[in-house]
């Protein structure tokens, strides 16, 4: 069962921030939040993760709750090659035997970027 | 680096017919994965390898078989080719089971008629 919710689908003009939201409501003490992209015709590529604190790298910044239960990525200045499907996975980090480890992708967030 | 690579990128098969799809690494990453993505959906997991000489099954293992076959390569067999398993296939690697990164491959078109 999927364990977040994300939008279906959200568009964005170029050059202007995007956020993408994650709810995830059920969420456990040691589950990681990790975001994943797809562009078009690709596999899937990491884009950030965290736990608790807010994170930033050259890709994106992640923004959590301070209850953990949503979360949101951010792009700072949307591109064209920014349109792609965003999939928010939880997995946990205390025990990455058997199923839990694995990466759950539900439908994502499909974004469109508008020039 | 190459990363992850696939092939074949494109095949047909008949019903019942077999094959296998292969996947290389050159990251030396212990953790290998194969997934299945059906139109408009999300990846699921098929079966991976935690590290060389191990395999497990995932989500969706029913009518696939894997081989580790040495650190690098890790190959998805299909013995009985069903339409039901038409589908994009996608191979990745990570250095552990539990990195928080793992590397895609470009994905096999895989068509069953």
């Known amino acids: 069962d999927a364990k977040t919710t994300q939008p279906n689908s959200m568009e964005s003009n170029e050059e202007e921030p995007v956020h993408l939201p994650c709810n995830h409501s059920t969420i456990s003490g040691t589950d990681y939040i990790h975001w994943y992209r797809q562009l078009p015709s690709q596999g899937p590529e990491y884009v950030i993760h965290?736990?608790?604190s807010n994170v930033n790298n050259r890709m994106a910044s992640l923004a959590i709750a301070e209850d953990r239960k949503s979360s949101t990525l951010i792009l700072h200045r949307a591109t064209l090659r920014d349109a792609a499907v965003y999939y928010c996975i939880l997995r946990d980090g205390g025990n990455y035997g058997g199923s839990q480890g694995n990466l759950i992708f539900g439908k994502g967030t499909k974004l469109s970027v508008k020039p | 680096n190459a990363g992850v690579t696939q092939t074949p990128k494109f095949q047909v098969l008949k019903t019942g017919q077999s094959m296998t799809l292969q996947c290389a690494q050159d990251m030396n990453h212990n953790s290998m994965y194969w997934y299945r993505q059906d139109p408009g959906m999300g990846l699921r997991l098929i079966y991976y390898?935690?590290?060389?000489?191990?395999?497990d099954k995932g989500e969706v293992p029913n009518g696939y078989n894997v081989s580790r076959l040495n650190k690098r390569e890790f190959s998805l067999r299909l013995e009985s080719a069903a339409p039901s398993q038409t589908s994009v296939y996608f191979c990745?690697?990570?250095?552990?089971?539990?990195?928080?990164?793992?590397?895609f491959g470009p994905g096999t078109r895989l068509t069953v008629t």
């Open positions: 965290g736990l608790t």
């Open positions: 390898s935690a590290s060389e000489g191990t395999t």
């Open positions: 990745a690697s990570s250095e552990q089971r539990s990195s928080y990164e793992q590397y």
